[in-house]
């Protein structure tokens, strides 16, 4: 069975910084693309970008390329989300998600086999 959990949310004041964490057990992460989404109240859930299971080639949404930035590591099997310059429009549940072995960096939710149960994160102003 395959489970991800995510880690690390918590109330950052506009400006700072926050590193989630998602332990994936049940599978290797090794050439499985690892997502990034959140969803903020009454918002659909959004992606924010991944990055791929072979390469570690990663993929950012425009509203977080360059604050954002996600990493992995496969001897852990975790993957992390480093956010800086967060913005209170940032405040939302995190969520990472899996997708064993495509060549193509998935970008929507449907697309993501395994999801973690989320982790609060607010930005206060």
């Known amino acids: 069975q395959v489970q991800l959990v995510e880690s690390g949310g918590g109330l950052v004041q506009t400006g700072g910084s926050l590193r989630l964490s998602c332990a994936v057990s049940g599978r290797t992460i090794t050439n499985t693309h690892m997502g990034w989404f959140r969803q903020a109240p009454g918002k659909e859930r959004e992606f924010l970008g991944a990055i791929s299971g072979i390469g570690g080639r990663t993929y950012y949404v425009d509203p977080v390329k360059g604050r954002f930035t996600i990493s992995r590591d496969n001897s852990k099997n975790m993957v992390y989300l480093q956010m800086s310059v967060l913005k209170p429009e940032d405040t939302a549940v995190y969520y990472c998600?899996?997708?064993?072995?495509?060549?193509?960096?998935?970008?929507?939710?449907?697309?993501?086999?395994?999801w973690g149960q989320g982790t609060q994160v607010s930005v206060s102003s």
């Open positions: 998600a899996a997708k064993p072995g495509t060549f193509v960096i998935p970008m929507t939710t449907r697309e993501y086999d395994y």
